[in-house]
């Protein structure tokens, strides 16, 4: 059968309304919206507020292409070694899923001060 969409969402993210949340409540809002894994990708990329941005707009665009969405501390946002972004869902104790969504489509991108996300799901 035929893959079929179930789901589309797309988010957008003004950079420095998300800078300055984050120059105001640091690792709080970090640890609130983000993983481990996540934050250390995004730190070792040398452009940090923009890395967190985009994963921000994806986790958003996840959940509103999900029927059934988590909490944003269980959608994990990192890439590939091709730089190539996926989503992980996290279970209920924050382990990992044994592998990536395979049929989750996402795609971020950057200009200026917009950070962007679109997520197509597949049944």
Do not use: W
């Not at 300055?20 to 481990?36: A, G, M, R, S």
């Not at 070792?44 to 292409?65: D, Q, V, W």
Request: include cysteine; glycine fraction near 4%.
């Amino acid at each position: 059968m035929d893959n079929i969409i179930t789901g589309i969402g797309i988010d957008i993210v003004s950079i420095p309304r998300l800078k300055k949340i984050y120059e105001t409540h640091k690792n709080k809002f970090l640890k609130k919206i983000f993983t481990e894994d996540e934050i250390n990708e995004a730190k070792g990329r040398g452009h940090f507020i923009l890395s967190i941005a985009g994963k921000f707009a994806a986790k958003e665009a996840f959940i509103k292409a999900s029927i059934n969405p988590p909490n944003f501390k269980k959608i994990e946002v990192l890439s590939d070694k091709n730089n190539k972004p996926y989503i992980n869902l996290l279970n209920l104790n924050n382990k990992k899923t044994e592998k990536r969504l395979h049929k989750c489509y996402l795609s971020i991108s950057h200009e200026q001060e917009i950070a962007i996300a679109i997520v197509i799901l597949l049944n």
